[in-house]
């Protein structure tokens, strides 16, 4: 690990990291609401924030435009207190490079061991490449203190659903991590995924699987600091599964509570930030919008799969 990194541990403690893992559309913002509200959690979302299109536009959960919106002024003050680079357009928290094979290496989805053996391998090649990891490694968490520090929270949330970023910040020994894997029944992610990017259950399916493939190697690789929760339970008994959670995490189980839009956030992600209700639904769309062709589809590509999470076809 570079030696930037190991000098930002302090006295062998290492902080705790909850991180949300999953495919899109899986349900992640609604978990992030909700474990937001226990009062040992700071989180703004997404951390790697790199869908946000046009910052001049975007809006913070607060209502307010995120230049103009006081707690990301802040978190913008203390990075450049700290003389690292930041801005609203590039966080440097998503490991992306400019450079092609720097790029390749960052951005490779999660193999098996001999694979991600070879990934190692191209860092120690590519120096380079390993301190550019490393440079988004520390940006990322110092963006957690900071985070921490305005919200008082002792346990960071990321909620960015990338497995590649769990194996980065795994690799770095900077943190005492837990990862949920959240995992949704299937046809209602594709659905969500081809409304959204406007492509066919073929795309769609096989994006949807070959996220949960690197999802699984994650979850083996975890082992007991792993766990798997489902969507619609979630939705059906969230009391029960927030207390599975902080129990997991190792924080107060009392502490829940749905009702998350009765206090202000300042959360990264999907348009569900923006709405006004607290209300907890099973988004079952699909059953409407999904043809036979789509489901016919979608049980050639992911049947298997998707049964063997608990799921019917």
């Known amino acids: 690990m570079n030696k930037i990194l190991k000098n930002t541990v302090r006295n ?12 899109s559309y899986t349900g992640s913002t609604l978990l992030t609401y909700l474990l937001a509200m226990h009062p040992d959690i700071a989180t703004i979302g997404e951390l790697k924030a ?12 607060c209502g307010t435009l995120i230049r103009e919106c006081g707690f990301w002024r802040q978190v913008s003050e203390e990075m450049a207190q700290r ?12 490991f992306r490079s400019k450079e092609y094979l720097c790029d390749r290496l960052l951005r490779a989805g999660i193999k098996g061991p001999l694979l991600e053996m070879l990934r190692h391998a191209g860092f120690t090649i590519l120096p380079r490449c390993g301190k550019k990891r490393d440079r988004i490694v520390l940006q990322n968490q110092i963006i957690m203190e900071i985070v921490k520090a305005i919200q008082g929270g002792r346990v960071f949330l990321d909620g960015s659903k990338d497995p590649n970023r769990v194996a980065y910040f795994s690799s770095s020994g900077l943190w005492n991590i837990r990862v949920i894997y959240l995992i949704r029944d299937g046809r209602g992610t594709t659905n969500s995924y081809m409304r959204h990017y406007n492509v066919t259950m073929e795309i769609a399916a096989r994006e949807w699987v070959h996220t949960h493939r690197q999802c699984d190697r994650i979850k083996e690789k975890m082992g007991d600091d792993c766990l798997t929760m489902h969507y619609e339970d979630l939705c059906r008994n969230p009391d ?10 190792g924080i107060d189980t009392d502490s829940i509570s ?6 202000e956030h300042h959360i990264l992600g999907n348009a569900m930030r923006m709405t006004s209700t607290s209300a907890i639904r099973i988004d079952e769309k699909w059953k409407k919008i999904l043809t036979s062709d789509d489901l016919a589809v979608f049980k050639a590509i992911a049947g298997h799969l998707h049964t063997s999470y608990g799921y019917s076809l």
């Open 83 to 94: 003389g690292l680079p930041f801005s609203f357009e590039n966080f440097g928290t998503h």
């Open 12 to 23: 062998g403690d290492s902080p705790k990291l909850l991180y949300i893992m999953a495919p």
């Open 258 to 263: 749905t009702d998350f839009r009765s206090v």
């Open 50 to 61: 790199s869908a946000m299109g046009s910052v001049d536009t975007y809006t913070c959960s």
């Open 240 to 249: 029960d599964v927030l207390q599975r959670i902080f129990q997991f995490v």
